[in-house]
């Protein structure tokens, strides 16, 4: 069972900086496409962004210019760099790995962004 590990949430003043990991141990890492989504209690699951096997990335909107997504396919690693945080970015953020019609996702990691 292939299981993606997160890290680097937690509490952050209003305009700080996290760094998010995600581990992905046990998977041909460099042929999936990496995503990172968040979500709040009671709301659906948003992608925040996304980077491709070949390096190809996507931001949402809400995070564009304030988000850098990488990966280091030698740590089979994915990590979001998120500036300028807001409230409105609390959430727990999740990474999912996709190849084709699979998926794996993470448990997840709370980001809370407060004063």
């Known amino acids: 069972q292939v299981r993606l590990v997160e890290s680097g949430g937690g509490l952050v003043q209003p305009g700080g900086s996290l760094r998010l990991s995600c581990a992905a141990p046990?998977?041909?890492?460099?042929?999936?496409?990496m995503h990172w989504y968040r979500q709040i209690p009671g709301k659906q699951r948003e992608l925040v962004a996304f980077?491709?096997?070949?390096?190809?990335?996507f931001y949402a909107d809400s995070v564009k210019g304030r988000s850098t997504i990488s990966r280091e396919n030698t740590k089979n690693t994915v990590y979001l760099q998120m500036n300028s945080l807001k409230p409105e970015d609390t959430a727990v953020y999740f990474c999912?790995?996709?190849?084709?019609?699979?998926?794996?996702w993470g448990q997840g990691t709370q980001v809370t962004v407060s004063s």
């Open positions: 999912k790995a996709s190849w084709g019609s699979i998926d794996y």
């Open positions: 046990g998977i041909p890492f460099s042929r999936y496409t």
């Open positions: 980077i491709t096997s070949g390096g190809t990335t």
